[in-house]
Nanobody
Framework: QVQWVESGGDSVQAGGSLRLSCAAS?????????MGWFRQAPGKEREGVAT????????AYVDSVKGRFTISREYGKNTLYLQLNSLKPEDTAVYYC???????????????????WGRGTQVTVSS
């Protein structure tokens, strides 16, 4: 059974930075399909934040984080990262990573297109 384990969440002040990590267990091969980071704030739906299509290195971001967040993966491992810079209070949420389609990343990532969810890591940004 594949499962992602997220880490790196913390409480920071606005303008600060964090680096989230996500490691997958249960894979018997290196996955080169789509992987993504999502977030869910209290009372809101889970939102796709960033995706990476490992086979080609293509990345995509939701408009609200473009220029501030960077998704990457570690070569040869099922490990995913999300660098968060210039954090804002509206970035406060639980952040999750998950496995997406093997053929590529959806233009608008929806949580129903992804699986093997971890428990998430809390990011809290104070003003």
């Amino acid at each position: 059974q594949v499962q992602w384990v997220e880490s790196g969440g913390d409480s920071v002040q606005a303008g600060g930075s964090l680096r989230l990590s996500c490691a997958a267990s249960g894979y018997t091969y290196i996955y080169y399909g789509c992987m993504g980071w999502f977030r869910q704030a209290p009372g809101k739906e889970r939102e796709g934040v960033a995706t990476i299509y490992a086979r080609r290195g293509n990345t995509a971001y939701v408009d609200s984080v473009k220029g501030r967040f960077t998704i990457s993966r570690e070569y040869g491992k099922n490990t995913l990262y999300l660098q968060l810079n210039s954090l804002k209070p509206e970035d406060t949420a639980v952040y999750y990573c998950a496995t997406g389609p093997n053929w590529g990343c959806p233009t608008v990532p929806k949580s129903t297109d992804f699986g093997y969810w971890g428990r998430g890591t809390q990011v809290t940004v104070s003003s």
